[in-house]
């Protein structure tokens, strides 16, 4: 669309306003429906029936009788995304998901975050669902909103210890992936420069647009490797 990161913002930000609001128009409690209070901001619901007298008096639906989550609020659903590299960082791991492999557009692990899981357990997991590989260490690099329809991407670099083992690639977890593989730094490097030489070229190989957080946690490994240089 064509949005300076100011617009961006604004649209992602409204945009989850209305996929939420469109989502949820009816009482969990009860069934009754909602309304929109503190301009969007919160649903309540309308149901204003009670039961009992006095000190004993509340109302029928079990929403509406705590003291704190009597109304609904907008829902984020939190989704770990991580860049993978060697301890030497000179190798990334990037992955092609079987729904993007028409346009080979290799990108980090992601997935969603269970209940009761860490950030970085919820990392390790994902990855060795998607990808086979076990990972040493997860450091959480960066975060953004990602309004499809109501997520927090939390961006993490994971490092693996190569052993004969842990960098060992099987996509027949969870098979989401077509495909997984560890590329050299300098092969990253140029595509994130985009450089188009034989190699590239041959590969056919992209990365994701330099607004999403995948690129920018691919680009940080590629500039932790050269710092090295």
């Given amino acids: 669309m064509g949005f300076t990161g100011v617009e961006s913002s604004l649209f992602s930000h409204g945009k989850m306003y209305f996929d939420w609001l469109g989502r949820n128009r009816f009482c969990p409690g009860c069934g009754s429906k909602v309304i929109p209070i503190h301009a969007g901001g919160k649903l309540k619901c309308t149901n204003e029936e009670t039961v009992g007298e006095g000190d004993n008096k509340k109302y029928v639906c079990p929403v ?21 590299t060697n301890r030497e960082k000179s190798k990334v791991l990037l992955s092609l998901n079987k729904r993007y492999a028409y346009s080979k557009m290799y990108s980090c692990t992601a997935g969603f975050m269970e209940p009761s899981e860490t950030v970085e357990v919820a990392a390790k997991r994902e990855i060795w669902e998607e990808t086979g590989v076990v990972c040493s260490d997860i450091r959480i690099q960066m975060t953004q909103p990602w ?56 590969e056919g190989i992209i990365l994701p647009t330099d607004v999403s ?8 490994v590629v500039e932790k490797n050269e710092s090295k240089l």
């Fill in 64 to 84: 509406r009788n705590t003291r704190v989550s009597n109304v609904s609020f907008p829902r984020t659903d939190a989704v770990v995304i991580t860049a993978i």
């Fill in 147 to 202: 309004p499809f329809p109501g997520n927090l991407m939390i961006g993490c670099i994971a490092t693996v210890d190569f052993n004969g083992e842990n960098e060992v690639i099987q996509l027949d977890h969870d098979q989401e992936l077509a495909d997984a593989r560890w590329f050299d730094i300098s092969f990253v490097k140029k595509l994130i420069d985009d450089i188009e030489d034989e190699e590239t070229l041959s």
């Fill in 213 to 220: 957080v995948a690129y920018h946690l691919i680009k940080e």
